[in-house]
């Protein structure tokens, strides 16, 4: 039986200034997965996710949300889309410092919603409580540890009930306790609404604990993607370098 697909990248491709950081890039998400992806620094991860959310638009190359390709979509449209469908995690939780906790987790709800005031506050409390954080809803940002930061980007990027969650790098920067939390938080989410997880990351541990499958994303292509035990089993030689961070091997260093 042929497994649902969520979304599906075809030949994705993207430069900057005349360097292509990804080159044809093929990938198949299935529905219900929790997907790692790892790679290393500088690579191409966050572009990846940001090409998925349409936040970036591909240089050619296609990407089906579902039966549609966002790839040629006007913005007005993607953000529809993105509305509708995706949560994400930024790399540093992204949070705006001028607002509180609920005013943050509360954006994606006053820009996409008409939803009441009162409504808006409920959820809000909704999603907190679901990150394991309450009673902080008034204080700022910067008042945050940074597992408390990352646990309130969270809660902002399930403010919309989404059937999509991407998460970059969600344990970076963090202590391994923390980190593990913040594991344990994507498990927890994942069983709670069932969504088709992304997770980016050169954190191997992370992958380890959340993962169903595993990619390798290098040189502008996933190099190989597979269940979780399979990938770590595998003998490309690029999966051992990285997964035992071996310094001589194939994958350039800088
Ligand atoms: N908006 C942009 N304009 C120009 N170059 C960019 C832009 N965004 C990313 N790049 C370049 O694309 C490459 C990949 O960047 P990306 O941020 O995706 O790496 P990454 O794998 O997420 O790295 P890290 O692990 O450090 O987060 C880098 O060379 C980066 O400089
Ligand atoms: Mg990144």
């Known amino acids: 039986m042929e497994e649902e697909i969520t979304i599906k990248v075809k030949k994705l491709t993207k430069s900057f200034n005349g360097n292509k950081v990804l080159d044809e890039l093929d990938l198949d998400i299935k529905k219900g997965e929790t997907l790692g992806i790892l790679g290393k620094s500088g690579i191409g991860k966050s572009v990846l996710l940001k090409h998925l959310i349409g936040l970036m638009k591909p240089d050619s ?7 549609i390709d966002i790839a040629p979509l006007k913005e007005e449209d993607i953000s529809v889309i993105r509305r509708m469908l995706f949560g994400m995690l930024f790399q540093t939780a992204a949070l ?19 939803l009441p005031e009162e409504k808006i506050r409920q959820k809000v409390k909704e999603k907190l409580a679901m990150v394991g954080l309450k009673d902080i809803e008034d204080q700022m940002p910067d008042s945050l540890s940074g597992g408390m ?12 009930d989404p059937q999509i ?43 380890n604990r959340i993962a169903d499958r595993v990619g390798l994303l290098y040189d502008g292509k996933i190099l190989e993607i597979n269940e979780k035990e399979k990938f770590m089993k595998s003998e490309n030689p ?7 961070g071996r310094i001589e091997g194939p994958i350039k260093i800088g």
């Open 61 to 67: 190359g296609q990407i089906y949300i579902g039966a």
């Open 96 to 114: 705006l410092n001028s607002l509180t906790v609920a005013e943050n987790v509360a954006l994606p709800l006053k820009e996409g919603t008409n």
């Open 149 to 160: 930061r990352r646990r309130v980007g969270l809660a902002r990027a399930l403010v919309m």
């Open 238 to 244: 690029y999966v051992q370098q990285f997964i035992h």
């Open 165 to 207: 969650i991407l998460y970059d790098e969600p344990t970076s920067g963090l202590d391994p306790i923390i980190a593990n939390s913040i594991n344990q938080l994507i498990l927890d989410v994942k069983e709670l609404t069932g969504a088709t997880s992304i997770v980016v990351t050169h954190d191997l541990n992370c992958i």
